[in-house]
């Protein structure tokens, strides 16, 4: 197999969820969480592979002559403004970087790793959190399981479902859940910023003759 024919064949490793390990050795995103990463810095991802010989990635990045490379803050990403946001997600790699990621753009955030230990943490101290981000694949509770306890304790709470599942959650279910939007995985800056944004925007009390903002929306995918 040449490796021209094999970055082809394995282009399907990028997938959110493709793995050929048993379900309790890996959930198939960290090759999609690493291609995202470099799509989202200008990068360029590649393969090369060949049977009973091995695989290759290399990864390739526009040269700089600054000393420190700083993401832009394009025009579509929206700052935050000191917001309170609690995210919940068992995969320890994509949540750090999550945090690091929004803490840049001024949200204060709290990462939880557990659906029950998230939830307890929340009624701990409902008013602590102003939105609340939860990935729907998660050992003991999923995502929707824990949204509708919190909803529960506080229905205005503003809170995105994030997957990457496309074919088992879709819009109108989360719709009727009562949540404010859905994001798919990898979860990418622009993306991410402006679903925050709208939905906490929505959560703000309506002025009088204002019009209403922040229909769930799905982004991703």
């Known amino acids: 197999m040449t490796p021209q024919a094999a970055l082809l064949d394995d282009l399907k490793i990028f997938d959110p969820i493709f793995t050929t390990k048993d379900k309790e050795k890996g959930t198939g995103m960290g090759l999609s969480i690493v291609y995202g990463i470099v799509a989202e810095y200008g990068g360029v991802l590649t393969v090369d592979s060949e049977v009973d010989q091995g695989t290759t990635f290399h990864v390739f990045w526009s040269c700089s002559r600054q000393q420190s490379f700083i993401p832009a803050q394009d025009s579509e990403s929206l700052p935050g403004r000191t917001e309170r946001i609690l995210f919940v997600d068992d995969e320890r790699l994509l949540l750090e970087m999550s945090a690091k990621m929004l803490e840049r753009y001024g949200y204060t955030v709290t990462s939880v790793t557990d659906g029950q230990r998230a939830y307890d943490f929340f009624c701990a101290d409902p008013l602590r959190f102003d939105l609340v981000i939860t990935d ?8 929707l399981e824990l949204a509708g306890k ?7 709470l503003p809170i995105i479902l994030c997957t990457g599942y496309s074919a088992a959650i879709n819009e109108e279910k989360v719709k009727k859940a009562g949540l404010h939007g859905l994001i798919f995985k990898p979860l990418l ?3 991410m910023t402006v679903l925050i944004r709208s939905a906490l925007a929505a959560a703000l009390p309506e002025s009088p003759g204002s019009e209403p903002v922040g229909e769930p929306t799905s982004l991703g995918g």
């Not at 729907?136 to 995502?143: K, L």
């Not at 919190?150 to 205005?156: M, S, V």
């Open 189 to 191: 800056k622009k993306d």
């Open 150 to 156: 919190l909803l529960a304790r506080k229905p205005e």
């Open 136 to 143: 729907q694949t998660m050992p003991g509770m999923t995502g």
